[in-house]
């Protein structure tokens, strides 16, 4: 059964970084797919915030270009978001997902304030 | 960007009865959706893909219609589990590819 799973602090102080950890189990994620970072805010609106792919190619949201960096860890079976400058306008439930198109798995999400 | 608007917010109805839930976006996205349902403290799931083609296990009383840039979720005789949270997702034009902005389904 694949399985992914999302782990990080929980509170960030703003102006600082925001990284989370993806934990894929299942499915070894250089076998194929896009693996993504994806944000829902308070009041819901979800936000797709980029991928990595199977062979390692990132993609962005244009609206956070310049803070995101997605990146992975193959021998561990992980991949990571690294978000920068971060405002309280970042807080958020974040989830990883598999990318086919359609979103087929999930993770359970992390919820991350951002606040002094 | 492909803007995704989703009708309605918040819908209440019966057992047993059939809702219809819309997305309509900015521009055709040739079936390039998915509907997904989500329950309160847990991630989403996803029940349709192709705009119409029904995800593995997804009861088939839920089901997708639509094109171009109209396009709809039925949920037939409502269940009690179907209470939740349903938002769509254009995946035909990235990036970035977009969701609608939910509705909450309740029970009368």
């Known amino acids: 059964e694949i399985q992914l799973q999302e782990s990080g602090p929980g509170l960030v102080k703003p102006s600082q970084s925001l990284s989370l950890t993806c934990s894929v189990t299942g499915y070894t994620i250089t076998s194929g797919y896009d693996w993504s970072w994806i944000r829902k805010f308070p009041g819901n609106k979800m936000e797709w915030m980029g991928y990595?792919?199977?062979?390692?190619?990132?993609n962005y949201n244009p609206s956070l270009k310049s803070r995101i960096s997605i990146t992975r860890d193959t021998s561990k079976n992980q991949f990571f978001l690294q978000l920068n400058s971060v405002t309280t306008e970042d807080t958020a439930t974040y989830y990883c997902?598999?990318?086919?198109?359609?979103?087929?798995?999930w993770g359970q999400g992390v919820m991350v304030t951002v606040s002094s | 960007d492909i803007q995704m608007t989703q009708s309605p917010a918040s819908l209440s109805a019966s057992l047993g009865e059939t809702v219809t839930i819309e997305c309509r976006a900015s521009?055709?996205?040739?079936?390039?959706l998915a509907w997904y349902q989500q329950k309160p403290g847990k991630s989403p799931q996803l029940l349709i893909y192709?705009?119409?083609s029904l995800h593995t296990g997804v009861p088939s009383r839920f089901s997708g219609s639509g094109s171009g840039t109209q396009y709809s979720l039925k949920i037939n005789s409502l269940q009690s589990e179907d209470v939740a949270s349903y938002f769509c997702q254009q995946y035909y034009d990235y990036p970035p590819w977009t969701f609608g902005g939910g509705t909450k389904l309740e029970l009368k």
């Open positions: 990595i792919s199977y062979s390692g190619s990132t």
């Open positions: 192709n705009a119409n």
């Open positions: 521009e055709d996205i040739y079936n390039g």
């Open positions: 997902a598999r990318y086919e198109g359609p979103i087929d798995y």
